[in-house]
């Protein structure tokens, strides 16, 4: 078996925990943003989309063949 570890879960979840946070905060600023609010609420909430896909991202374990087998 080769099932991943509680702290290593706890990462993937802290990971994903932060894209539906920053997809509220991309909405709440485009709702403002129509409502006459600043222009900096929806480019900052979509910029923390891309951050947290990236971490997302980043995080995924690489499927290319490379990982190293323990005896």
Do not use: C, F, Q
Request: glycine share 12%; no cysteine; proline share 8%.
């Amino acid at each position: 078996m080769n099932e991943p570890s509680i702290p290593a879960r706890l990462s993937r979840a802290l990971d994903w925990a932060g894209l539906p946070l920053s997809a509220l905060l991309l909405a709440i600023g485009i709702r403002d943003y129509r409502d006459g609010g600043s222009v900096g609420w929806p480019i900052g909430g979509a910029l923390l989309v891309l951050v947290s896909l990236w971490v997302i991202y980043h995080g995924m374990p690489r499927r290319s063949g490379k990982a190293t087998e323990s005896p």
